[in-house]
């Protein structure tokens, strides 16, 4: 099955400042890669996907970059804001029968430092 | 108006007990699923229907036991609760988002505390 690692687990940066999260995925199969936002106390949130079929994609100060031959993927978050401050879950897997099986990270603690 | 909503949102109970948790989702998707978040923010699916039809069905005691009465309802039946079962439980639902994938939308968990 699939199996994918995400890296660091903790990541400080100071605001304005550039952060990146990368995650591997094990299963070449997988063809949709989410990224979820959660807030302390709060459900993840969607924040920004990519399918296979695609080696990069922007939405704002955020940017997800796939290399499907080397199995892994990034997210790239720009102009850091304290409102950045969360774990963040990067997620692989395909559909199944009308489902999306996805299998997660280990999460990312962001902290953003004024 | 919530879109995912879950009930209880908090839920302490003692081992050997039977709880369920309930999920309903207003936004018309045909897919329901069920995650368990341990204490280490690990996020792991457990199940998964899709109009009414258990698809994913993950290495989960059968001491959980989801149930789907329709598309809009996806509910946990949880017996003899053990002290590893505290975690939140997450429900989500999902759509086709016309680009081949099934965007999921989670709802607000349930912390289940088990003493």
Not at chain 1, 44 to 65: C, F, H, M, W
Not at chain 1, 82 to 89: I, K, L
Request: contains cysteine; glycine residues 6%.
């Amino acid at each position: 099955g699939e199996n994918v690692e995400q890296h660091p687990s903790t990541l400080s940066v100071q605001e304005g400042d550039s952060a990146v999260i990368k995650c591997t995925y094990s299963d070449s199969a997988s063809n949709y890669f989410p990224w979820y936002k959660q807030e302390l106390g709060k459900r993840p949130q969607l924040i920004i996907d990519i399918r296979s079929n695609v080696g990069e994609k922007k939405d704002q100060r955020i940017a997800v970059t796939l290399n499907k031959t080397a199995k892994h993927f990034s997210l790239h978050i720009t102009e850091t804001q304290p409102e950045d401050s969360a774990v963040y879950f990067c997620a692989a897997g395909g559909p199944i029968q009308g489902a999306q099986k996805l299998v997660f990270g280990q999460g990312t603690r962001l902290t953003i430092n004024p | 108006d919530t879109a995912v909503s879950q009930t209880p949102k908090y839920l302490v109970t003692q081992m050997g007990n039977d709880k369920s948790i309930k999920c309903e989702q207003n936004l018309g998707h045909d897919t329901m699923y069920w995650y368990k978040q341990d204490s280490k923010k690990f996020l792991k699916i457990m199940f998964s229907y899709n109009n009414k039809e258990l698809i994913i069905n993950e290495t989960v005691p059968n001491r959980f036991s989801p149930k789907s009465p329709d598309k809009a309802h996806l509910n946990l039946h949880i017996n003899s609760l053990e002290l590893g079962d505290s975690a939140v439980y997450f429900c989500a639902s999902s759509t086709h988002n016309g680009r081949g994938a099934y965007e999921q939308y989670f709802g607000p968990g349930t912390r289940l505390t088990v003493t």
